[in-house]
């Protein structure tokens, strides 16, 4: 018969055999100031490259565009994390989908 250590095994009787675990009901700050870092960069990089297409800074628009399309690929995450966590924060049901 071969040898079976039952020190690391994982069945439905001891995960009921053990103690309940405390559930600890802390925002997730890091993740919010990620996405409202998102939202803020993204919007800030959109305005500078409209401005700097505007004004033709570099010598021609395509450094403003392309600071813009930047600004955007940020911004466009950043507004619906930054959105999602207000709506938990405020307790609107159904936020997340």
């Known amino acids: 018969m071969a040898y079976v250590d039952h020190a ?48 033709k800074v570099g010598g021609d628009r395509a450094h403003g565009l392309f600071f813009a399309i930047l600004g955007g690929v940020l911004f466009i995450p950043g507004f619906y994390y930054t959105r999602i966590a207000y709506y938990a924060y405020q307790g609107y049901k159904g936020s997340g989908t």
Do not use: W
């Open 8 to 55: 690391f095994s994982i069945s439905d009787e001891d995960m009921m055999m053990e103690t309940s675990y405390a559930v600890k009901n802390k925002p997730p700050t890091k993740e919010i100031s990620l996405a409202v870092a998102l939202f803020v960069f993204g919007a800030f990089g959109i305005v500078a490259g409209i401005a700097m297409a505007v004004n």
